[in-house]
């Protein structure tokens, strides 16, 4: 397609000629005598290139502009320094000169309009890598990711990248080539040290190493290519560092082994920026690696104590069986009775073995907690009731060590829906927790309340509060945790596992309720159950 030229001057000689002049060189020419006349041409499209003369030539246009001079006359030259791609020549002009000057400016802006095109068009590749490279944790890939997208996007015949032995990223090598090429060895850097120091060379000057040969000027002086590049003769390369803080990490090689080729400052600008991010990925990459494999160690930790609890449970429980079947047999033997002494010997016994049944039982809770919990048996029943089993069965515990244990049931006595067995097993904990920490003479109160909220469902509130040592406030996030016991607990030679709260929160939780503690030191702790009393309770661990 021929050129389009749009030619503006009022002195009609002038532009004959130049028109004249355009169309002999093969230009499609409009002309314009004022400038008016030059609104209504640009209206019906843009030019190639606008010869005006200096007179018009304030009009903004995207287009290339020739302006008609006179060079004697300060005020039209200075009309050329207007914004946008513009020349000027002397008026008359000289045919040739006017050809070559349009036609120059035509090429100035199709290269310019070219190169931005590449560029964008580069832009969006390595966009599209750089998008590729944040989409996934895998080290390999992020790799495989980077060396191939370089060398499709550059049009190189070989990409190699490489980091080297630091802690902050894995060790991995990834290259690409093309089909014609046989890949290179994976141990293409003999000397790692020398790759490490041209990386930290190049990074330290924030370079990016382009070549011919073995060496390029730097910032700072020669950079050495590393011997293993230069031998495979590339005849353009670029060797970029991949680094965080003040050191590398890594090093991306790109060459082109037939033909030279000039790296752009935007290229190399782009490339710098992919090898960026592919630092940045690998650096989470590996911290993330480390952070599955600590996750693994600790699931293989919890269920290795997981197993070995259930196995001491196993063990444990069948002499313990054995123990207090012969203690019974003893107690209830009427034929030959043992004396008093001994009955109170017996009777310590059997608490104790008692004691003992209670823990492994926490234990065997423990042990399947997250592994093999049993379903809910959700039946209903009256709260209430549950709570005056369980403060019958501790009064005696209780008053041995002269602590008032004193039930306030709720006035509506209410029937809740969920596993009576597992809930006795909470409030029994709750309260004998209250009947350890409580010294002599104090009281605990087991209270009962029901209510509905706003949004129409109903709850029990059950709260077991007591006149014991306290827990301090810094611990109290800790007591659900399991095997921890507060640090007056220990001070205090108070039995137990510190495994009794967290059971008691995982039965809570099952039940779609929730357990809370308040506490302060020397005046006592309160721990509050709040249960559905509708049959939503989950029945999932």
């Keep these: 397609m021929p050129y389009l030229a749009v030619v503006a001057d009022p002195d009609a000689g002038r532009r004959g000629f130049t028109a004249a002049t355009l169309e002999a060189a093969g230009f499609m020419v409009r002309t314009a005598g004022s400038a008016a006349g030059l609104t209504a041409l640009l209206g019906d499209g843009e030019p190639s290139v606008l010869v005006l003369d200096s007179s018009?030539?304030?009009?903004?246009?995207?287009?290339?502009?020739?302006?008609?001079?006179?060079?004697?006359?300060?005020?039209?030259?200075k009309a050329v320094e207007h914004a946008g791609v513009r020349d000027c020549v002397a008026k008359p002009p000289a045919a040739k000169e006017l050809v070559h000057r349009a036609t120059a400016l035509i090429n100035?802006?199709?290269?310019?309009?070219?190169?931005r095109q590449e560029a964008e068009t580069l832009r969006e590749r390595l966009r599209q890598v750089s998008a590729a490279i944040r989409g996934t944790n895998d080290p390999q890939q992020i790799a495989d990711f980077v060396v191939k997208g370089f060398g499709e996007t550059f049009g190189a015949d070989r990409v190699w990248l490489t980091t080297f032995d630091d802690y902050r990223v894995p060790l991995i090598t990834a290259q690409w080539h093309r089909s014609r090429l046989a890949p290179l060895p994976a141990t293409l850097f003999a000397d790692a040290e020398q790759a490490r120091t041209a990386a930290d060379l190049l990074w330290a000057q924030s370079e990016s190493l382009t070549a011919e040969g073995a060496f390029v000027q730097g910032g700072s002086g020669d950079v050495a290519q590393p011997a293993e590049l230069a031998a495979l003769g590339a005849a353009a390369s670029v060797a970029v560092p991949?680094?965080?803080?003040?050191?590398?990490?890594?090093?991306?090689?790109?060459?082109l082994l037939d033909s030279p080729r000039e790296w752009s400052r935007t290229e190399l600008g782009l490339i710098q920026h992919v090898a960026g991010n592919a630092a940045h990925g690998l650096i989470q990459s590996h911290l993330i690696t480390s952070q599955q494999q600590v996750v693994k160690q600790l699931q293989q930790l919890d269920k290795a104590k997981t197993d070995f609890l259930a196995t001491v449970n196993h063990e444990l429980r069948t002499p313990l069986t054995s123990i207090m079947a012969y203690l019974d047999m003893i107690q209830e033997n009427t034929s030959d009775p043992v004396s008093n002494e001994v009955h109170q010997m017996l009777d310590i016994v059997v608490r104790n073995t008692e004691r003992l049944r209670l823990l492994i039982e926490d234990m065997l809770s423990v042990s399947r907690n997250g592994h093999e919990l049993s379903p809910l048996q959700l039946t209903p029943f009256r709260l209430d009731r549950t709570l005056e089993i369980v403060t019958a069965a501790l009064t005696p515990l209780a008053k041995l060590q002269n602590v008032t244990i004193l039930l306030a049931p709720s006035a509506d006595n209410p029937e809740i829906m969920a596993d009576?067995?597992?809930?006795?097993?909470?409030?029994?904990?709750l309260v004998s927790n209250a009947i350890k920490f409580t010294p002599s003479g104090g009281r605990i109160d087991v209270t009962s309340v029901s209510c509905t909220e706003t949004d129409g469902t109903r709850w029990a509130t059950v709260s077991v509060s007591d006149t014991g040592m306290g827990i301090s406030s810094d611990e109290i996030a800790h007591v659900f945790t399991r095997f921890y016991r507060a640090s007056n607990a220990m001070s205090g030679a108070v039995p137990g596992t510190g495994l009794g709260l967290a059971i008691t929160q995982d039965i809570v939780d099952r039940h779609g309720?929730?357990?809370d503690v308040a506490s302060e030191l020397g005046l006592g702790t309160t721990v509050t159950v709040k249960l559905p009393l509708a049959a939503h309770a989950s029945q999932n661990p």
């Design 420 to 429: 009576e067995v597992q809930l006795q097993q909470v409030f029994t904990n």
């Design 242 to 255: 991949m680094g965080e803080g003040s050191s590398s990490l890594g090093i991306i090689w790109i060459a």
């Design 108 to 115: 100035l802006v199709s290269r310019r309009t070219e190169a």
């Design 513 to 515: 309720g929730r357990i």
């Design 56 to 77: 018009l030539s304030d009009v903004d246009v995207s287009a290339p502009v020739l302006v008609l001079v006179d060079l004697d006359s300060p005020a039209e030259v």
